[in-house]
């Protein structure tokens, strides 16, 4: 059954199995547009194989799913990102051997379907140097323009991954885990950082940390077991006995 309602993501009874086991199993899920939404749950919860799912990294078993209402089952990965939903994902993404500019240039000439030249150098498109340098400033990654990505911090990398990202002007961000890793001095800065790039855009996050699904979630998905169990605001799930009863791994009758 459906409301009518269109969503950015919708699965309808979607499942994935590995050898008779089920890592997500028959879930419903809808992600509404314009809204930043989080899945949690504990270890060996299904999260990951919904993410993977959603993103196209692994084909579903059984079930559909839709993308502004339309099915996008069999789709592959690249038609998917044709179709503005992209994925950043729980280690850093970046060209280690190109710069920070160039990293971000990359991302933008393919945005604009436009190729470097045989000199691995950009043709000097107005538009593409113009996004890039607002990127830089954006990501507080202007003093680091010409420094090689691969010698970055590991948060500044993660900071540029996500830079990367937003310059392919996803209408669907979908976030694997973006506080992995991260010192905690790296985490309020990345926090803020998806809060802005969430605006006027649809924002899925995949994440351990509470404290930050607490500060940008709209909407909680909580799953065990490969399953549904609640969805709410965090004031909403982080009260039920249920959940908290999951996390702690003791039975709730």
Request: hydrophobic residues 45%; neutral net charge; without cysteine.
């Amino acid at each position: 059954m459906t409301d009518g309602a269109v969503y950015a993501l919708e699965t309808r009874d979607l499942s994935r199995e590995f050898g008779g086991f089920f890592a997500v199993n028959g879930v419903n899920f809808r992600l509404a547009r314009n809204s930043m939404h989080a899945v949690i749950g504990p270890n060996g919860a299904g999260k990951t194989t919904l993410f993977n799912l959603l993103t196209k990294f692994l084909p579903p078993s059984a079930g559909m799913i839709l993308h502004d209402g339309q099915d996008v089952t069999r789709l592959s990965m690249p038609a998917m990102a044709k179709r503005s939903v992209v994925r950043s994902f729980q280690i850093s993404a970046v060209f280690a051997g190109l710069t920070v500019r160039e990293n971000i240039e990359l991302a933008l000439l393919r945005e604009h379907g436009l190729a470097w030249n045989l000199l691995g150098r950009i043709a000097h498109h107005r538009r593409v140097l113009e996004r890039a340098d607002a990127l830089l400033e954006r990501f507080g990654l202007t003093d680091y323009a010409g420094t090689m990505a691969g010698s970055l911090s590991y948060g500044r990398k993660r900071v540029l991954e996500l830079a990367t990202t937003l310059a392919l002007e996803p209408s669907v961000l979908l976030l694997d885990e973006p506080m992995a890793g991260l010192g905690h001095e790296d985490i309020g800065r990345v926090t803020q950082l998806i809060r802005e790039a969430g605006k006027g855009r649809t924002v899925l996050l995949v994440e351990h940390n509470m404290n930050v699904v607490a500060e940008l979630a709209d909407t909680i998905t909580v799953m065990v077991r490969g399953e549904v169990l609640a969805q709410g605001s965090y004031a909403e799930v982080s009260s039920r006995a249920d959940v908290m009863a999951a996390y702690t791994g003791q039975a709730h009758e």
